[in-house]
């Protein structure tokens, strides 16, 4: 046991705390605040596994971005503030979407737990040489061999972009029309 | 020095978590976020793995860096579409959203939408 696996253990639990939480809530609120918890803590988890640049674009993107697009989504739909019977499937969908989800992920465990065993990685002490270069090989790295990609990323955000747009939309003389097809 | 199966065990909880919310919830924001947790535990063992081969050319954070990309992107995409669905429908029940579905409503022993009077305009 290090300070490194220490940390991640705190943390990891946070997350994997929230998540759950973030899925069983019955407010819709309150999930979505859940999943910034667990989010920024797995920001956190990146941080201990040495990929500082990852968590920081974690915490701008995700906790930043994705989290106040979903927030807004819940109150464009007008949820319903307090505990709601409705968001939830009926109790034998969710109790086999539970069953589901617990073999899957035990499944999983099984094989990756089995593929890495007991065996432990250098990231590099705080401070070290190691540690304080860890951003220049991952941006020679992208704007080198992963420049292309990235840029048809770029391309990608302009066209989600534009699509959600068009999506959003409302065509004029549409205001007025009764409550969508009958 | 990090174990690395912590990091691996945190991963499949977020996966089961994701797939839970994917699967239990019928409000298509909080399908959303389901499929957030299961991006992350694919982020987190892109990670894991980048930190385990100790790759020079950090292939692992980078496809991360291009998972979050694309995840920004769909998000928006799907906030544009659950928002078209709620202003044609007035809710966001994914069971009741069936008009492309095999079955009709009444089939499946679900109980008829409201109204179309209570679709907001």
Known sequence: ???????????????????????????????????????????????????????????????GAVVVLVLFALMLTRAPIGRSPDVDNPRLARAAAGVVSVVGAGLLAVLLVGVVGGSAVDVGAAGSEQARSAAQPLARSLFGSWVLPFELLSLLLLAALVAALVLSRTPDGDENRSGGPQ | MIHLWPAVLLACVLVGAGL??????????????????????????????????????????????????????????????????????????????????????????????????????
């Open chain 1, 1 to 63: 046991m290090t300070t490194r696996d220490v940390l991640f253990a705190l943390l990891g639990l946070l997350t994997a705390a929230s998540a759950v939480l973030s899925v069983v809530s019955r407010q819709v609120v309150h999930a979505a605040l859940w999943l910034v918890t667990a989010l920024g803590a797995l920001a956190g988890c990146y941080l201990v596994l040495g990929a500082e640049v990852v968590a920081l674009v974690q915490v701008l993107v995700y906790v």
């Open chain 2, 20 to 121: 839970f919310g994917v699967l239990a919830r019928r409000n298509a924001v909080l399908v959303l976020i389901g499929l957030e947790l299961l991006l992350n535990a694919a982020n987190l063992l892109l990670v894991t793995f980048d930190a385990a081969y100790a790759d020079r050319l950090h292939s692992g954070q980078v496809l991360t860096l291009f998972v979050i990309t694309v995840a920004a992107a769909e998000v928006g995409i799907a906030l544009a579409v659950v928002l078209l669905l709620f202003r044609r429908r007035g809710d966001v029940d994914l069971r009741r959203a069936r008009e492309l579905g095999e079955a009709s409503a009444e089939d499946a022993g679900i109980p008829p939408e409201p109204a179309a009077s209570a679709a907001p305009r």
